[in-house]
Each structure stands twice: as C-alpha cells, then as structure tokens.
C-alpha cells in the first residue's frame, strides 16, 4: 500500500504531459514488459484454466487501473476512493460470514470518515467510473486469489500484466504515443516498478496467506496509508475526522488479519 501510494504521488508530474489515463498506460506497458522478460513464463507450466484465469485477470487490472483515473479526473479523490473501496470491503461482506461482519462494517465507517465524500460536487460520470472501479477491484481481489493458487511464484503475473498493458494500449495508447518523449518513457519505467510490480506482486503472495475476506478488509486501511504519505510528502494535515477514520480502520485492520489466516493452498497443479 506504501508502493501504491508514493507511486501514484510520484505519477502525479506525468499527468499534464500525458494525462492521468496515459500516465495508467506508460506505468502498465512497462510492468508488461518488465515482468514478462524477468520471469519469462513457459506455455507447460501453466494449466488451461489457470493460464485463462491470468488472462481475465489481465482484463482486470486494466479496468481497475483506467477507470480509476478517470474518475479521479471527474470527482474529488475523498468521493472517488470512498466509492471504490466499496469492491473490497464488498468482498468481505461476502466472503467474511456473520460472524465477521463488525471488521468490514468498522472499516467501512473509518473510509467514509477518511475520505469525507460528502465534500465537493459530484458528477454522475465520475460516480460511475468509481462504481467500475469498485466491480473491478472486487474481481481482482478474487481472481488474484485463484491465480496465486493455481500457478507457482509470480508466473501468473507475468501473463496478466502482458495483457493489461495490451488492453490498455488499444484504449488509451493512440491517443498517448504523440506526447511521448525520452525522458517521459524513462520516468514511466521507473514509476513502473514502484507500480504496479512491486504492490502487485505482493498482493499475489499476501492472497496466498489470507482470507479474501481478511485482505478486502485490509485494504482498507490505504486511505491511511494515503493521509500519512499526504502529511509526510505533501505537508497536508489531517482533521479530527481523519484521525478518528484511521483509528477505525487500524484496529479493523488487525481484526480481519487475525481472524483471516488461510489453511495452506492446494501447490499448483502439474501441467501435462
């Protein structure tokens, strides 16, 4: 959450030279192309439901990726995260059962007193593509969950991020290729690494060791982790309300990753 969070604040100096969605795109074709020569996943060792289940998951990452710029684009970020964390703390409504309920409705009220939505205008395209983000978030939860048990280290990876960056490349990179200079594309590689390769390889490996209930809970606590960037790098202090929506979502938090461990996976199945 650290990674995603100094990578996005670290994105920021892209946005007037390429836009917010370009900006996506550069950070995903890097990662495609990073991971695909460092891991140089083989076609035998995938199954044709685990190699499908990366593809999907490809389709995904891009979608969580560009929707949520576009809505950053059209509401204020308190609105757009609130209305996006409603994917993984839906995951843990529904994966959680009733007796673990109190952690995501805990976590749920810590997010609405971080991000205060009720601030600044809305625009009903803003809130739709915030909706689009939620869907997605909620599906890469689940389906980075079946890759990291169906395929070993992170060579489900190595196929999903290939086709995020492809699917983002037929949306958003026409319209991006004019404004690419040298320095943009080395600023891109390094922003690249910071995210998505590294947060998205260790969610892979976190989903291995929890529930996704436990870890839809957890993700919860990134508004935090974002107000603590915020002040440290950005000089912009929390008021009252902040501080009481960290409080719930910490101890929401250690709730969900206590009660949230997993049995140990089945090893990934032996391609013939």
Same mark, same amino acid.
């Given at each position: 959450?650290?990674?995603?969070?100094?990578?996005?604040?670290?994105?920021?100096?892209?946005?007037?030279?390429?836009?917010?969605?370009?900006?996506?795109?550069?950070?995903?074709?890097?990662?495609?192309?990073?991971?695909?020569?460092?891991?140089?996943?083989?076609?035998?060792?995938?199954?044709?439901?685990?190699?499908?289940?990366?593809?999907?998951?490809?389709?995904?990452?891009?979608?969580?990726?560009?929707?949520?710029?576009?809505?950053?684009?059209?509401?204020?970020?308190?609105?757009?995260?609130?209305?996006?964390?409603?994917?993984?703390?839906?995951?843990?409504?529904?994966?959680?059962?009733?007796?673990?309920?109190?952690?995501?409705?805990?976590?749920?009220?810590?997010?609405?007193?971080?991000?205060?939505?009720?601030?600044?205008?809305?625009?009903?395209?803003?809130?739709?593509?915030?909706?689009?983000?939620?869907?997605?978030?909620?599906?890469?939860?689940?389906?980075?969950?079946?890759?990291?048990?169906?395929?070993?280290? *992170?060579?489900?990876?190595?196929?999903?991020?290939?086709?995020?960056?492809?699917?983002?490349?037929?949306?958003?990179?026409?319209?991006?290729?004019?404004?690419?200079?040298?320095?943009?594309?080395v600023i891109g590689?390094?922003l690249a690494v910071?995210?998505?390769?590294?947060?998205f390889s260790l969610?892979?490996?976190? *989903?291995?060791?929890?529930?996704?209930?436990?870890?839809?809970?957890?993700?919860?606590?990134?508004?935090?982790?974002?107000?603590?960037?915020?002040?440290?790098? *950005?000089?912009?202090?929390?008021?009252?309300?902040?501080?009481?929506?960290?409080?719930?979502?910490?101890?929401?938090?250690?709730?969900?990753?206590?009660?949230?461990?997993?049995?140990?996976?089945?090893?990934?199945?032996?391609?013939?």
């Amino acid at each position: 959450m650290f990674c995603v969070q100094l990578g996005l604040a670290a994105s920021v100096g892209l946005f007037d030279r390429v836009g917010p969605e370009g900006a996506a795109w550069l950070r995903l074709a890097w990662a495609g192309v990073l991971l695909l020569l460092l891991v140089r996943p083989r076609p035998s060792a995938f199954t044709r439901s685990g190699l499908l289940a990366c593809a999907v998951l490809g389709v995904v990452t891009a979608g969580l990726t560009l929707f949520f710029m576009a809505a950053v684009a059209r509401l204020p970020l308190g609105t757009a995260s609130a209305l996006e964390f409603l994917g993984p703390l839906g995951v843990a409504v529904v994966r959680g059962g009733r007796g673990r309920l109190r952690w995501p409705v805990l976590a749920a009220v810590g997010v609405v007193l971080l991000t205060e939505p009720w601030r600044g205008t809305v625009d009903l395209a803003g809130v739709a593509f915030a909706l689009a983000t939620a869907v997605c978030w909620a599906a890469y939860i689940l389906l980075t969950q079946r890759v990291g048990d169906e395929v070993a280290g *992170l060579r489900g990876l190595a196929v999903s991020m290939p086709v995020a960056a492809l699917v983002a490349t037929i949306v958003v990179g026409p319209s991006t290729f004019g404004h690419l200079t040298a320095d943009v594309v080395v600023i891109g590689l390094g922003l690249a690494v910071l995210l998505p390769v590294v947060p998205f390889s260790l969610e892979l490996l976190a *989903l291995r060791r929890l529930t996704s209930a436990a870890f839809g809970t957890l993700m919860s606590l990134e508004p935090a982790i974002a107000l603590l960037v915020g002040l440290v790098a *950005l000089g912009q202090v929390p008021g009252a309300a902040a501080l009481v929506g960290v409080a719930f979502v910490v101890v929401a938090g250690i709730g969900a990753e206590r009660a949230g461990r997993r049995e140990a996976p089945p090893g990934p199945p032996v391609a013939p």
